[in-house]
């Protein structure tokens, strides 16, 4: 399992909904995780204090890196799952990154997420030499649009140029996503009358889980799905 995530972009770009969903995942799957919220709105703090958070989650808050080290540190030595919220913080982003075995950059299909995407891997890569020994990041889309637009054509091509990693699997704009922050939970204990589109969005997040490395050989993305979800539903979908 990869023990320590960071999440971020120098523009707001979905990485508060995609380390809560991640969670959701890891949760589903037995996986204890701390969510570090290090961004600047602590939407997720907004959201532990919703009924419903799992008691496998814990949410602490770090607004700098002496805070965010220790933290990292204590997940680390009790076998702990930790995602680092780091938001648009330049600072943070940084220094996240240095902890994490992995750090991810959430892209929109907008130019301007794009643009701030491509200026966040240039930060890393400024920070390639520091750090965890073999870390890495990699580009993640986090709103995929259904219908394919000249747009979107362009910010891959955008991305692509960069000889840094992107993954194959991404979130799809879904509603779902969003119901967390509303209602309390996660994506595997809410319905689907407050969370449209819910089984889609399972598959989805377990399977960016699996290829990011949150889930390991053993608990495989249509295992989580299957006992914690509905995996026909979601298989269908896939």
Not at 18 to 28: K, N, R
Not at 94 to 123: E, H, N
Request: proline share 4%; net charge negative; aromatic share 4%.
């Amino acid at each position: 399992m990869t023990p320590v995530l960071s999440i971020g972009s120098l523009k707001t770009s979905g990485s508060t909904t995609l380390a809560l969903t991640l969670a959701g995942v890891a949760v589903a799957a037995d996986i204890p995780v701390v969510l570090v919220d290090a961004g600047r709105d602590k939407d997720l703090v907004d959201w532990a204090a919703k009924s419903g958070r799992p008691s496998l989650c814990t949410v602490e808050v770090a607004d700098d890196e002496i805070t965010l080290e220790r933290i990292v540190r204590a997940a680390r030595r009790r076998g702990d799952l930790a995602l680092i919220d780091a938001g648009d913080n330049a600072e943070m982003i940084r220094a996240g990154a240095r902890l994490s075995d992995r750090a991810l950059i959430p892209v929109r299909f907008s130019p301007l997420s794009a643009y701030a995407a491509l200026a966040t891997d240039r930060l890393l890569a400024t920070e390639a030499d520091k750090g965890r020994r073999g870390r890495d990041w990699a580009f993640v889309a986090s709103a995929v649009t259904t219908i394919p637009s000249r747009v979107a054509r362009t910010i891959e091509g955008m991305i692509e140029r960069s000889p840094t990693a992107r993954l194959e699997v991404g979130l799809v704009q879904r509603a779902a996503y969003e119901a967390p922050f509303l209602h309390g939970g996660t994506l595997f204990t809410l319905g689907e009358d407050v969370a449209p589109g819910i089984e889609r969005a399972r598959a989805e997040a377990a399977t960016i889980a699996y290829e990011i490395g949150i889930l390991g050989h053993d608990v495989d993305a249509t295992t989580v799905i299957r006992e914690r979800g509905s995996f026909e539903a979601a298989a269908a979908a896939a």
